[in-house]
């Protein structure tokens, strides 16, 4: 049986207060939010997703006023970050207080941290009054949801309510940095370009030593956002896959003849178009019995850049 279905923030509220799980609405994908200052709250998340432990979640408030209730000694840098960008696609890993749960962390010294932008879902933050932590609504390696609907099929029987906000805006999730003096480290590329980031910071770094990219990980386990059917990245003129019932994952253009099913993601070849719909299409193509899905990877640019990273991972696997 699937979790019920409301379109009220006060009832998403009290059932968080409560303890329970909640999918909820952001402009990236949904989320799978509990009481982040709950421990037992925060380990049925884990449970309902069957992620590893060692995978840290992030942390969702009302606005940065809230910031003080989880990190302590936020650099003016960061601080600079939260006004420009909050409510927005941008994760900032912080050092955190001793009120965040080690679960949350995976015991880290550092808490993720962001404020999300739907309005249903920082209603329901307001209400409960606490910040709520909160994976992608998926199973753990699996397509993240941009609908209630994808919530409903995939996690549904596992939580306790679904708010429904309708479709994500952005698509993809929050780039996630990690703020270090007058750099950043860039963990995951996002609904954020990195382009926009550039004129804040002195340099933006790839995470360097595997230290630094393990336990930090941000859906970097190299197989993650994965489609049941398997992904291959493929452009125009490169060998077809003879008799195999082929689907095709395009930003623009048109259909190889040879396809079973294709989906354009923006006819103009707009990248914010293209990640809006970007999920919802690989769901769409995962559920057409394919033998596989080919990908043409997108121009490295703005969302491009956190596109091109999905592919890549879900074509690991
Ligand atoms: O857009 C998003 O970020 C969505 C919505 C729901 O907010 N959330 C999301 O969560 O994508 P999730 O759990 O699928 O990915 C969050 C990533 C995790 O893979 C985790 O490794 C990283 O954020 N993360 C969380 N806390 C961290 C920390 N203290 N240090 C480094 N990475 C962290
Ligand atoms: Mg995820």
Redesign the pocket.
């Known amino acids: 049986m699937s979790a019920p279905m409301t379109r009220d923030p006060a009832v998403a509220a009290a059932c968080l207060v409560a303890g329970g799980l909640v999918a909820?609405p952001?402009?990236?994908?949904?989320?799978?939010?509990g009481n982040a200052l709950d421990p037992r709250a925060v380990a049925r998340i884990f449970e309902a997703?069957q992620?590893p432990f060692f995978?840290?979640?992030?942390?969702?408030l009302a606005d940065r006023s809230w910031l003080q209730r989880v990190a302590q000694n936020v650099s003016p840098l960061a601080l600079r970050l939260a006004e420009k960008f909050w409510p927005g696609?941008l994760?900032l890993?912080?050092p955190?207080t001793s009120a965040v749960p080690d679960l949350?962390?995976?015991g880290?010294?550092?808490?993720?941290v962001?404020v999300?932008d739907h309005p249903l879902t920082r209603e329901v933050l307001r209400l409960a009054d606490c910040p709520i932590a909160?994976?992608?609504?998926?199973p753990f390696g699996r397509l993240?949801p941009t609908t209630a609907q994808h919530v409903a099929e995939q996690l549904g029987d596992r939580i306790d309510l679904i708010l429904d906000g309708g479709a994500c805006r952005?698509g993809?999730?929050?780039?996630?940095v990690?703020v270090e003096g007058d750099s950043l480290i860039l963990?995951?590329p996002?609904?954020l370009p990195i382009e926009d980031l550039a004129p804040f910071a002195v340099r933006i770094e790839r995470p360097t030593t595997v230290e630094e990219q393990l336990?930090?990980?941000?859906?970097?386990?190299p197989q993650?956002y994965a489609p049941r059917t398997p992904v291959r990245l493929w452009k125009a003129g490169e060998t077809w896959p003879e008799g195999r019932r082929v689907g095709q994952l395009l930003l623009s253009g048109t259909a190889d003849p040879r396809a079973a099913a294709c989906e354009v993601l923006s006819a103009s070849g707009e990248l914010v178009e293209a990640a809006a719909g970007f999920f919802e299409a690989l769901h769409r193509l995962d559920a057409c019995g394919l033998d596989m899905i080919l990908a043409t990877p997108f121009p490295e640019r703005g969302l491009g850049v956190a596109l091109n990273d999905r592919l890549t991972r879900a074509a690991a696997s």
């Open positions: 909820l952001t402009e990236t994908v949904y989320g799978l939010g997703k992620r995978d840290p979640l992030i942390v969702h696609p994760t890993v912080l955190r949350v962390t995976s880290l010294d550092t808490v993720g962001r999300p909160a994976p992608s609504a998926n993240s952005v993809v999730e929050s780039t996630i990690r963990l995951r996002g609904g336990p930090t990980a941000p859906g970097m386990l993650h």
